[in-house]
């Protein structure tokens, strides 16, 4: 007993020093990684204290300190609110399209472009259906505009062939479906790296052993390919209903208009009304706050089901 005392001490300098000696070898790895984190500590998690402000009635005068506490007042007036439920509607409309149509169309395109085996034919289409992804969301909606606006390209030969002229943008039938193509077209692509690291991580000796077995294509894709994903799909799926709440605010803003406001008036885009137009600080952060709480219930839910049928997830 009377050496157990030093021996633990002697044991936590051991381990001390173990520390400041893997921290001085991996110190080129830690300064690479310190920029990312410096970012979200700065960008994300140092803004967090603003979400009090959701429980005062703000006033830039006043400031932070000196606001009026209100409690949860903002949220009950939110969800009193008479365009709550259509606000609820669209944005949950809107994303599920998105995850009925983009996520898989992702999947289906990465599947594809792994089974061209022609390496220079690859190389290219991957950069055609990247290069959409680091274009502006204003040039997408000018094109947009360009094809299916009122003197659009398409309603040109729909009147000559037809006689008849379709207003895309300006109804509420043609919003969500444009959104959802507009959304496959620009980032589709960019959705196909993850799959693409994922499939290039299966043993190619399954393939040929498959092949050697008598499996055709489609049965080395079904019985292959498609489990050798089916972790990341999972880990995707479970990150896109974290932010099911969240639509586009650039996208839906710059195709909303009087005529489709029914359809496109989402959550995003009413807290920039509420937010900068009626200047109700407060009450657009706590829609926001509200969002986001949605966003982590449903992600950890997932994530949990996830864990319960034995499959991968967040954590």
Do not use: C
């Not at 599920?96 to 220079?120: C, D, H, M």
Request: proline residues 4%.
């Amino acid at each position: 007993m009377e050496h157990a005392v030093p021996d633990k001490r002697l044991s936590v300098r051991k381990a001390t020093l173990f520390k400041k000696q893997a921290f001085r070898k991996h110190l080129w790895f830690y300064m690479l990684a310190a920029p990312g984190i410096a970012y979200f500590i700065l960008f994300h998690y140092v803004p967090m204290w603003g979400v009090l402000l959701a429980f005062q009635d703000y006033s830039p005068y006043k400031g932070v300190l000196g606001s009026e506490w209100v409690g949860f007042e903002h949220f009950r007036q939110f969800f009193s609110e008479p365009t709550f439920f259509q606000l609820l509607t669209n944005t949950l409309l809107l994303s599920f399209y998105n995850l009925i149509f983009f996520f898989p169309f992702t999947i289906v395109l990465s599947l594809l472009l792994n089974e061209v085996r022609f390496s220079l034919y690859k190389r290219l289409v991957q950069t055609v259906v990247y290069l959409p992804h680091f274009v502006s969301w204003v040039i997408i909606v000018g094109i947009t505009f360009i094809f299916f606006g009122p003197s659009g390209v398409i309603n040109h030969y729909l009147g000559q062939w037809l006689d008849q002229n379709v207003p895309f943008l300006m109804s509420s039938e043609w919003f969500r479906p444009l959104i959802v193509m507009q959304q496959i077209w620009k980032d589709a692509g960019w959705g196909t790296i993850i799959f693409m690291a994922a499939l290039a991580g299966i043993n190619p000796e399954q393939y040929e052993a498959a092949t050697v077995d008598g499996a055709n294509r489609w049965h080395r894709i079904w019985h292959i390919t498609l489990p050798g994903i089916r972790s990341t799909i999972i880990v995707l799926l479970i990150l896109r209903l974290g932010s099911i709440l969240d639509s586009n605010f650039m996208q839906v803003f710059l195709m909303w208009n009087n005529f489709n406001d029914d359809v496109s008036n989402v959550f995003d885009l009413y807290v920039y009304k509420v937010g900068l137009q009626r200047f109700e600080f407060s009450f657009s952060i706590a829609v926001g706050l509200f969002n986001s709480v949605v966003g982590l219930i449903l992600m950890l839910t997932a994530n949990f089901v996830s864990k319960l049928f034995k499959e991968e997830g967040l954590f």
